[in-house]
């Protein structure tokens, strides 16, 4: 099993549904990560948790939320889907005492088309 | 946010050419990383770098922090065919990384 498991690898929705990204991970981290990749614009960063109650914005955090389930759950939801969310999500986690040595692990990336 | 950019934004190269790209910040970061990612996969670190100056070989990579801790170099030597992807910097401070834009490279064999 990967360490960093996100579901679905792809969907398509349409304006306005509510979606939800789900993420879990193996690694025993506390930090999880969740960002959003355009092309030329590279990685940027939605929401991060540094542990279960812990839920911190990032860079473009607005259209969003998050809720960590669990140590080893981090979902993601578009609470009403516009097509400008189209993008590739990647969710990550990190080990707080490593992270500046060894970075992050990511997922496979959730490919979310918005129609 | 921090903006740290990459260059060039795509290569087109011919297998068996060197390649060389870079990432450079308006701010100055503690560790810089060097991610790959495939097509259809998340990114995968390559290289990691400590201090400026520093130097760090893994295989046919070769990557630099710069003396001025703003910016961060990664060579490959001999392209192959499975060099294909984007290459990401990322650059540490605070207490998150911050990732570059990306430089798409393809390999023609």
């Known amino acids: 099993d990967a360490d960093v498991t996100q579901t679905p690898r792809n969907r398509i929705t349409k304006t306005g549904k509510r979606i939800m990204l789900e993420c879990s991970q193996t690694?025993?981290?506390?930090?999880m990560y969740w960002y959003r990749q355009d092309p030329g614009l590279g990685l940027r960063l939605i929401y991060y948790s540094f542990d279960v109650k812990d839920i911190n914005k990032g860079e473009i955090s607005d259209g969003y939320s998050v809720s960590r389930q669990a140590q080893a759950k981090f979902s993601l939801s578009l609470e009403s889907a516009i097509p400008n969310q189209t993008a590739l999500y990647f969710c990550a986690t990190s080990d707080p005492d490593r992270a500046t040595t060894m970075g992050y692990t990511f997922g496979s990336g959730t490919r979310l088309t918005v129609v | 946010g921090q903006q740290l950019n990459q260059s060039p934004q795509s290569m087109f190269i011919q297998e068996g050419e060197d390649v060389s790209m870079n990432c450079t910040s308006s701010s100055i970061f503690n560790t810089w990383l060097w991610y790959k990612q495939d097509p259809g996969e998340g990114p995968v670190l390559l290289i990691a770098?400590?201090?400026?100056?520093e130097l760090t070989s893994n295989g046919r990579l070769t990557a630099q922090f710069g003396i001025t801790r703003k910016d961060s170099f990664l060579n490959i030597s001999a392209s192959i065919p499975s060099d294909v992807g984007i290459y990401f910097c990322?650059?540490?401070?605070?207490?998150?990384?911050?990732f570059g834009t990306g430089t798409s490279l393809t390999v023609i064999p």
């Open positions: 690694k025993g981290h506390d930090r």
């Open positions: 990322a650059g540490h401070t605070g207490n998150q990384f911050y």
């Open positions: 770098l400590y201090k400026a100056g």
